[in-house]
């Protein structure tokens, strides 16, 4: 079960993973994700869907190398298999033709964004990708966003590949020069603080994918607690996917910071583990 069929690294820290799961791919829907545990005493990690193909029996996984457990999964190879894989989890994405759609995503944020600009495009609206990264070599996706999309801008803070700049630049020009009926921004949290604060001021709805708060996955732990327009939601059970404008992401930035530590060091344990072999 869950064996992977496939594997390509975008770079050196983020990888693809093409995994069987015949009965997720049936069910997944735009903004589910998964649950996944590498070995027995592994710990739970949730991964949104990047994609899924039904016929083939398999969904297609990012994941970026930032702690342990996200690097024993990239260490996988094609034919190991996942000891546990979980879902479809989450709310789906609302999808429907709103007409024009600003779809925004940020590092391996373009990877759960994928589904949604397809739904979105299959939906008969009109769609205008914004992805962006540090530098060209963390540019992921870009061929498969572009399927989707009436335009794409891609951006890069170097200024390597693309336009310079970040992604609120390339959403100003866009709101500037047309009417966006939805927006909807996936990314480190610092990026869609700004991205809505941007669409915020065009009086553009405004979605943003929470998911990188999340442990546990189920609801179980707390640790995703987020408070949404003065209330306290689970990103796991009741999101990932919020109304931008009424997130407290001032908020989530601290509470992101409360592992960071214990993760640093164990990361360090595990690599110097592994030198020692």
Do not use: W
């Not at 994405?93 to 990877?111: D, M, P, R, S, Y």
């Not at 943003?208 to 707390?222: F, H, P, R, W, Y």
């Amino acid at each position: 079960m869950n064996k992977i069929v496939d594997k390509e690294f975008f770079s050196e820290n983020v990888v693809r993973l093409e995994i069987e799961a015949p009965r997720i791919a049936k069910a997944r829907r735009a903004g589910h994700f998964v649950i996944v545990k590498v070995g027995k005493n592994g710990e739970r990690i949730p991964l949104t869907i990047a994609s899924a193909n039904p016929e083939k029996g398999t969904i297609t996984l990012v994941v970026q190398r930032v702690g342990v457990s996200s690097r024993r999964l990239a260490e996988l190879n094609i034919g190991d298999e996942i000891t546990d894989l979980v879902g479809p989890l989450g709310q789906a994405t609302h999808i429907e033709n709103f007409g024009t759609v600003l779809a925004c995503g940020g590092g391996v944020g373009v990877a759960p964004l994928l589904p949604i600009v397809e739904a979105m495009k299959k939906a008969g609206n009109k769609v205008i990708t914004v992805i962006a990264a540090r530098t060209k070599d963390l540019i992921i996706l870009e061929d498969q966003i572009k399927q989707y999309s009436d335009e794409l801008i891609v951006m890069t803070d170097d200024g390597t590949y693309g336009e310079k700049g970040l992604v609120t630049d390339a959403m100003e020009k866009v709101l500037q020069r047309e009417k966006v009926d939805l927006s909807v921004v996936i990314g480190p949290a610092i990026m869609m603080k700004f991205a809505s604060l941007t669409t915020e001021k065009y009086e553009v709805p405004t979605y943003a994918s929470l998911n990188t708060i999340m442990v546990d996955g189920t609801g179980m732990c707390g640790a995703c607690r987020i408070t949404v327009g003065g209330k306290t939601k689970f990103v796991c059970v009741d999101g990932p996917e919020f109304d931008a404008h009424k997130v407290d992401f001032d908020e989530m930035l601290l509470r992101l910071n409360g592992y960071k530590e214990i993760e640093k060091e164990a990361e360090q344990n595990y690599l110097h583990s592994k030198d020692k072999k």
